[in-house]
């Protein structure tokens, strides 16, 4: 009994395609997003993997090899201690990019959360947005500071030195980024509640879990993906301003941030030095924006297939 | 003709104005750049060098140190030798004359109970006096009239001059602070940061750690000057940014303690808009290691005497962290020409500079490691020596900046050639340096295993300097963290030396007192001595009058700087 409308519809139409081919295919017809994913995947593979063909140790000092330009030895030169500069965009970027996944991550989660039960629960609503206006409200950099300076101590011993601060950060922008995502999501939420398959699958009895689950996560999914993308981006950016000010991160713990913030006295001298990190994390930044673009056009269904 | 001869009067009269003719604020203003911003001018209430110079365009002690390290009278009317009777026959008392007329900025004259004051402000109850060594046995100060005030000490001072000489010793007004004496101290603001003052400029506005506003004091002694009628005195941003200004954009006329790397300055200063700097004198870039244990477990008694350090107590992992260090290599790519390498805390005036350790000029990383296997540190299975379960792992702090940094990471892979590992942190120079009781940063709280600066002395006599590693120094939670000996040394044979050395007079057998605590400190590895550097500051041309000093503030005659026209 089942079975016979799905083979019905399989006689009439072409083979089923998959949606997330849709996708794919409205995603590929987006060259700067196509564009944007290929940067980003190299830069992903770039940094993961080149450690292992590059094996030179980012920290270690060669004092004779000080200061010197792009060479067979040192493609990317060598900073003013002589430690090799491509060794050390290589681990920072894993850092820097590390940092914009994890936090981004976690602020689509609690942004996801809060935005669902907000739009869902007619009674967490007020008091869930009040607390999404009071987050809004927290100027991120002054926060940072002043969790960096109560925390630190605590969590560098729990975690030692690199791992401490890391949690730290990931934690602060994290906490401090999930407010957009929750008020988009608690938007469409409160959209799709009034639609009539929602009504005929309350009608039927479907507990609220499985409403959120089934009916109403798989449709605000775009809105989701999209601002996870911008999420990197900024996460990325906020720990590069960190270690800017020469905060976060030990000196001697390469991080993009800290790469363009040690160049800076040499942007006479040695210019490349600042263009290296600046050019990762301006491109890495670019091509995600790009690639979240393509994604919102892809994932809309309005907008899809034309 | 005669109307000719009035022009070209006139027309003399303007081309030689700055410098013959300048009368009070006739040059406008004057900018100065401080890139760590001072976060008070009273500076007693703290240890920093920034703070000392921003209070001395203000505040004024009786003498002061001119660049070649002599004494020069500034509130008084000579400085008291026992050659002008000044300075008792048995060493225990020095007559100081103001000058008569002295006027405060407020209008008031300037008297013997302000001189008086000033020492009771500093030793009171409870107060934390950063500056409290330089009125070490000082028993009472006599007024027996208006400008006359009788300095008394317990014990024959064979140099006199600590008290109210130099710029870690100005003069405060007795009105403005009767009421903030001891624990109150900290909480005068309006005070501690518009103190009314007998130099040259006075505050109309203080933002901590950023902009000072200071305007010529109208009742400066010498009616023509200052020649500025104002100061902009910007602190805060960092040391590249603040000689650029100076050397490359013109902006500022004087930014101070340009600590760069050398090939950086060499390039700014190409640009002629200014010159640097140098001047050597008792700067020396050190290590401190810290003799007692920052482990947060201990609360409010950490990093006090109360816990003594698990390993740093022990005087071959301190030798062997000297060892491992290569001065020269420091010097040469942190400093160039503004720095020598040196083996001595005490580096300077040349007479009290000891020869007894040129042994730390040469590294040796072999010997380092064989010294931490004869004293039982063995290399764990991460390389890390080890002693009955405690690793050789070392918080290693500084202040923000370039050339410290890199001076870091370098020491940092020397040290874990020896198998010794340290993390390295970095704080914002306004903070280290601050002073501030309630920040867990400073360089007095020295939460931390070992830390690096570079500090110095004013004036040419170092007892007050060498009393800085006596036992009852060390900054802990009852002096509100003040205090200026860092490592928490403690030592009652080096502060029996203190005690002689207070009490001895001839020249030569204070300097052979001084150089053996010198050899003291460094033979016992306290202090760990890594550059002699010259003050490195940057004036721009259209400055004149400015001297450099190394032996006081930098700022000591702003009064005579006027603009070149």
Same mark, same amino acid.
């Given at each position: 009994?089942?079975?016979?409308p799905?083979?019905?519809?399989?006689?009439?139409?072409?083979?089923?395609?998959?949606?997330?081919l849709?996708?794919?295919?409205?995603?590929?017809s987006?060259r700067?997003?196509?564009?944007g994913?290929?940067?980003?995947?190299?830069?992903?593979?770039?940094?993961?993997?080149g450690?292992?063909?590059?094996?030179?140790?980012?920290?270690?000092?060669?004092?004779?090899?000080?200061?010197?330009?792009?060479?067979?030895?040192?493609?990317?030169g060598?900073?003013?201690?002589?430690?090799?500069?491509?060794?050390?965009?290589?681990?920072g970027?894993?850092?820097?990019?590390?940092?914009?996944l994890?936090?981004?991550?976690?602020?689509?989660v609690?942004?996801?959360?809060i935005?669902?039960l907000?739009?869902?629960?007619?009674?967490?609503d007020?008091?869930?947005?009040?607390?999404?206006?009071l987050?809004?409200?927290?100027?991120?950099?002054p926060?940072?500071?002043?969790?960096?300076?109560?925390?630190?101590?605590?969590?560098?011993s729990?975690?030692?030195?690199?791992?401490g601060?890391?949690?730290?950060i990931?934690?602060?922008?994290?906490i401090?980024?999930w407010?957009?995502?929750?008020?988009?999501?608690?938007?469409?939420?409160?959209?799709?509640?009034?639609?009539?398959?929602?009504?005929?699958?309350?009608?039927?009895?479907?507990?609220?879990?499985?409403?959120?689950?089934?009916?109403?996560?798989?449709?605000?999914?775009?809105?989701?993906?999209?601002?996870?993308?911008?999420?990197?981006a900024?996460?990325?950016?906020t720990?590069s301003?960190?270690?800017?000010?020469?905060l976060?991160?030990?000196?001697?713990?390469?991080?993009?941030?800290?790469?363009?913030?040690?160049?800076?006295?040499?942007?006479?001298?040695?210019?490349?030095?600042?263009?290296?990190?600046?050019?990762?994390?301006?491109?890495?930044?670019?091509?995600?924006?790009?690639?979240?673009?393509?994604?919102?056009?892809?994932l809309?269904?309005r907008?899809?297939?034309? | 003709?005669?109307?000719?001869?009035?022009?070209?009067?006139?027309?003399?009269?303007?081309a030689?104005?700055?410098a013959?003719?300048a009368?009070?604020?006739?040059?406008?203003?004057?900018?100065?750049?401080?890139?760590?911003g001072?976060s008070?001018?009273?500076?007693?209430?703290?240890?920093?060098i920034?703070?000392?110079?921003?209070?001395?365009?203000?505040l004024?002690?009786?003498?002061?140190?001119?660049?070649?390290?002599n004494?020069?009278?500034?509130?008084?009317?000579?400085?008291?030798?026992?050659?002008?009777?000044g300075?008792s026959?048995?060493?225990?008392?020095?007559?100081?004359?103001?000058?008569?007329?002295l006027?405060?900025?407020?209008g008031?004259?300037?008297?013997?109970?302000?001189v008086?004051f000033?020492?009771?402000?500093?030793?009171?109850?409870?107060?934390?006096?950063?500056?409290?060594?330089k009125?070490?046995?000082v028993?009472?100060?006599?007024t027996?009239?208006?400008?006359?005030?009788?300095?008394?000490?317990?014990?024959?001072?064979?140099?006199?001059?600590?008290?109210?000489?130099?710029?870690?010793?100005?003069?405060?007004q007795?009105?403005?602070?009767?009421?903030?004496?001891?624990?109150?101290?900290p909480?005068c603001?309006?005070?501690?940061?518009?103190?009314?003052g007998?130099?040259?400029?006075?505050?109309?506005?203080f933002?901590?750690?950023?902009?000072?506003?200071?305007?010529a004091?109208?009742h400066?002694?010498?009616?023509?000057?200052?020649?500025?009628?104002?100061?902009?005195?910007?602190?805060?941003?960092?040391?590249?940014?603040?000689?650029?200004s100076?050397l490359?954009?013109?902006e500022?006329?004087?930014?101070?303690?340009?600590?760069?790397?050398?090939?950086?300055?060499?390039?700014?200063a190409?640009?002629?808009?200014?010159?640097?700097e140098?001047?050597?004198?008792?700067?020396?870039?050190?290590?401190?290691v810290n003799?007692?244990?920052?482990?947060?477990?201990?609360?409010e008694?950490?990093?006090t005497?109360?816990?003594?350090?698990?390993?740093?107590?022990?005087?071959?992992?301190?030798?062997?962290?000297?060892?491992?260090i290569?001065?020269?290599?420091?010097?040469?790519?942190?400093?160039?020409?503004?720095?020598?390498?040196?083996?001595?805390?005490l580096?300077?005036?040349?007479i009290?500079?000891?020869?007894?350790?040129?042994?730390?000029?040469?590294?040796?990383?072999?010997?380092?490691?064989?010294?931490l296997?004869?004293a039982?540190? %063995?290399?764990? &299975?991460?390389?890390? @020596?080890q002693?009955?379960g405690? =690793?050789?792992s070392? !918080?290693?702090q500084?202040?923000? *900046?370039?050339?410290?940094?890199?001076f870091?990471?370098?020491?940092?892979?020397?040290?874990?050639e020896?198998?010794?590992?340290?993390?390295?942190?970095?704080?914002?120079?306004?903070?280290?340096?601050?002073g501030?009781?309630?920040?867990?940063?400073?360089?007095?709280?020295?939460?931390?295993?070992?830390?690096?600066?570079?500090?110095?002395?004013?004036?040419?006599?170092?007892?007050a300097?060498?009393?800085?590693?006596?036992?009852?120094?060390?900054?802990r939670?009852?002096?509100?963290?003040?205090?200026?000996n860092?490592?928490?040394?403690?030592?009652?044979?080096?502060?029996?030396?203190?005690?002689?050395?207070?009490?001895?007079?001839?020249?030569?057998?204070?300097i052979?007192?001084?150089?053996?605590m010198n050899?003291?400190?460094?033979?016992?590895? %306290?202090?760990l &001595?890594?550059?002699? @550097?010259?003050?490195?500051?940057? =004036?721009?041309?259209? !400055?004149?009058?400015?001297v450099? *000093?190394?032996?006081?503030?930098?700022?000591?005659?702003?009064?005579?700087?006027?603009r070149?026209?």
């Open positions: 009994m089942t079975d016979a799905m083979i019905e519809t399989m006689e009439i139409a072409r083979p089923p395609r998959n949606q997330w849709d996708v794919w295919d409205q995603f590929r987006h700067g997003a196509l564009l994913a290929a940067f980003f995947a190299v830069i992903l593979a770039a940094v993961f993997l450690p292992l063909i590059w094996q030179i140790d980012p920290t270690y000092i060669d004092i004779r090899a000080r200061n010197q330009g792009p060479s067979l030895a040192h493609p990317f060598t900073d003013q201690l002589g430690r090799d500069t491509l060794a050390r965009m290589l681990a970027g894993q850092v820097s990019l590390a940092v914009g994890t936090a981004m991550g976690l602020s689509l609690l942004g996801t959360l935005g669902v907000a739009g869902y629960f007619r009674r967490l007020g008091a869930l947005m009040r607390l999404t206006d987050f809004l409200a927290l100027p991120l950099l926060l940072l500071l002043v969790i960096i300076m109560l925390f630190r101590d605590a969590l560098r729990a975690f030692g030195p690199e791992g601060i890391f949690v730290l990931v934690f602060v922008i994290g401090t980024s407010m957009q995502t929750a008020r988009i999501v608690r938007g469409d939420v409160l959209a799709l509640k009034e639609q009539e398959f929602v009504l005929a699958a309350r009608s039927i009895g479907t507990p609220s879990r499985r409403m959120i689950t089934r009916h109403i996560l798989p449709n605000v999914l775009s809105p989701i993906m999209v601002s996870a993308t911008l999420g990197i900024s996460a990325i950016i720990e301003a960190l270690s800017f000010l020469g976060g991160f030990p000196s001697d713990f390469p991080t993009w941030g800290r790469l363009l913030f040690d160049s800076t006295d040499y942007l006479q001298q040695y210019p490349e030095r600042v263009i290296w990190p600046g050019l990762a994390i301006s491109l890495t930044v670019l091509s995600v924006n790009y690639m979240g673009d393509g994604l919102r056009d892809a809309d269904p907008i899809r297939g034309r | 003709m005669r109307a000719k001869h009035a022009l070209l009067g006139a027309a003399a009269a303007l030689l104005a700055p013959a003719f009368e009070r604020g006739s040059d406008g203003q004057v900018n100065i750049i401080y890139w760590q001072p008070t001018m009273n500076p007693y209430l703290s240890g920093g920034k703070e000392l110079e921003a209070a001395s365009l203000s004024e002690p009786l003498a002061r140190y001119d660049p070649d390290g004494m020069v009278p500034f509130l008084a009317e000579t400085v008291p030798t026992l050659e002008n009777g300075v026959e048995d060493l225990k008392s020095v007559t100081w004359k103001i000058k008569p007329g006027l405060w900025s407020d008031t004259p300037v008297t013997s109970a302000d008086r000033t020492w009771q402000y500093c030793t009171a109850e409870g107060g934390g006096c950063s500056q409290s060594e009125y070490n046995d028993a009472d100060v006599e027996p009239d208006e400008l006359t005030a009788i300095v008394r000490f317990s014990v024959p001072k064979p140099y006199p001059y600590g008290p109210f000489v130099g710029n870690q010793a100005p003069i405060l007795a009105a403005q602070f009767a009421d903030c004496l001891g624990p109150k101290a909480g603001t309006s005070a501690n940061f518009m103190p009314v007998t130099g040259p400029f006075i505050v109309t506005d933002r901590p750690n950023d902009v000072i506003a200071l305007k004091n109208e400066y002694r010498d009616p023509e000057k200052p020649a500025f009628s104002t100061v902009n005195f910007k602190g805060g941003g960092d040391a590249m940014a603040a000689g650029r100076v490359e954009t013109g500022y006329d004087f930014a101070w303690n340009l600590q760069l790397a050398p090939e950086v300055l060499d390039q700014m190409a640009a002629g808009k200014g010159e640097v140098v001047a050597f004198g008792t700067l020396v870039e050190r290590i401190m003799f007692t244990d920052p482990d947060p477990k201990w609360g008694r950490r990093a005497a109360d816990h003594p350090h698990p390993f740093l107590t022990d005087k071959a992992v301190r030798q062997a962290l000297s060892m491992a290569d001065r020269d290599l420091l010097t040469e790519i942190g400093y160039g020409q503004a720095g020598r390498t040196t083996c001595n805390v580096a300077a005036p040349e009290y500079a000891s020869e007894a350790n040129e042994g730390c000029l040469v590294q040796d990383i072999e010997g380092a490691k064989a010294l296997d004869q039982g540190w %063995v290399p764990g &299975p991460d390389g890390v @020596r002693k009955d405690m =690793r050789l070392m !918080l290693f500084s202040s923000t *900046n370039a050339v410290r940094q890199d870091q990471a370098l020491i940092k892979q020397w040290w874990s020896i198998g010794v590992e340290s993390e390295l942190r970095n704080v914002d120079a306004s903070v280290f340096f601050g501030d009781p309630g920040s867990p940063d400073t360089f007095q709280k020295f939460y931390a295993d070992v830390e690096m600066y570079a500090n110095s002395f004013d004036g040419t006599d170092p007892e300097y060498m009393a800085n590693w006596e036992c009852k120094q060390a900054p939670p009852e002096t509100q963290w003040q205090g200026n860092m490592p928490r040394y403690c030592n009652a044979a080096y502060d029996a030396l203190v005690a002689e050395m207070a009490k001895t007079g001839k020249m030569d057998e204070r052979a007192l001084a150089k053996k050899d003291i400190l460094m033979q016992d590895y %306290v202090i &001595p890594l550059v002699h @550097r010259g003050r490195v500051s940057a =004036r721009a041309t259209s !400055l004149g009058g400015f450099m *000093n190394a032996w006081d503030s930098e700022l000591w005659n702003a009064a005579d700087w006027y070149v026209k």
